[in-house]
């Protein structure tokens, strides 16, 4: 995956005018999972400083979405594997992003005991519970020492989609940065359950078809 880290590197400095300090690309099959770390441009600081954060978010929405078009193809060619769908979250305080790629067969869940399955998924359950409707479906689709990727399925509310079909996206990312605190405000609760220090939280919607994706990443070491 290194070829893939220096491309997509590549091109978003081309894009944005500068690359992030970290590129991590890895994935399978089913999905490709990317971290970055130290990526905001001068733009962006000053945007953020003014508080005006939605115009932030447009404007690297706007940049993402291009990027990934070129990065897919790269990935196409390299991988001999399309992605059809890709997400995005931000944590500009911590100044770290997450990009997912998936294809059709990305709901295909991640084999665990079944106590530490049953456990997570009850605590991501528990906690959520308080920040939106509950999900018809939790999968945990990749866990690994760095990493979590738990899919959500029929969990948007009437209210959300009626939100989202009148395009108010400045609304919908606030809720989803509010819920994201939320389960930051947990951070404990899940360590334990997790057996692992949690470094970021992601959350990314797929309004479209009414499901997100939670990702946590962890420190190497407990």
């Known amino acids: 995956m290194l070829h893939?880290?220096?491309?997509?590197?590549?091109?978003l400095k081309r894009?944005?005018?500068?690359?992030?300090?970290?590129?991590?690309?890895n994935?399978?099959?089913e999905k490709i999972y990317i971290f970055m770390r130290n990526f905001i441009t001068p733009?962006?600081?000053?945007?953020?400083?003014?508080?005006?954060?939605?115009?932030?978010?447009?404007?690297?929405?706007?940049?993402?979405?291009?990027?990934?078009?070129?990065?897919?193809?790269?990935i196409s060619k390299t991988l001999d594997q399309s992605y059809t769908n890709f997400y995005h979250d931000w944590n500009y305080e911590k100044n770290t992003g997450m990009i997912l790629l998936?294809?059709?067969?990305?709901?295909?869940?991640?084999?665990?005991?079944?106590?530490?399955?049953n456990g997570?998924?009850?605590?991501?359950?528990?906690?959520?519970?308080?920040f939106h409707k509950r999900?018809?479906?939790?999968?945990?689709?990749?866990?690994?020492?760095?990493?979590?990727?738990?899919?959500?399925?029929?969990?948007?509310?009437?209210?959300?989609?009626?939100?989202?079909?009148?395009?108010?996206m400045n609304l919908l990312n606030r809720y989803s940065e509010s819920a994201k605190k939320g389960y930051f405000e947990h951070k404990l609760s899940l360590e334990d359950v997790f057996n692992r220090i949690i470094e970021d939280i992601f959350i990314m919607w797929d309004y479209q078809n009414d499901k997100s994706f939670l990702v946590f990443t962890f420190r190497k070491e407990m």
Request: net charge negative; with cysteine; charged share 25%.
């Open 4 to 11: 893939l880290s220096s491309t997509l590197s590549k091109l």
């Open 135 to 168: 999900p018809e479906n939790l999968t945990i689709l990749k866990y690994a020492p760095s990493i979590c990727i738990i899919e959500a399925d029929g969990i948007m509310a009437p209210l959300e989609n009626l939100v989202y079909q009148m395009g108010n």
């Open 43 to 74: 733009a962006e600081e000053v945007l953020l400083g003014n508080k005006q954060w939605e115009i932030a978010i447009h404007f690297r929405t706007a940049i993402i979405e291009a990027v990934i078009k070129e990065f897919s193809f790269e």
């Open 15 to 25: 894009r944005f005018g500068k690359g992030p300090e970290t590129c991590y690309v």
């Open 120 to 130: 997570i998924l009850a605590m991501i359950d528990k906690i959520g519970s308080h």
């Open 102 to 117: 998936v294809n059709g067969k990305a709901n295909v869940e991640e084999r665990l005991p079944l106590g530490t399955k």
């Open 27 to 29: 994935g399978d099959e």
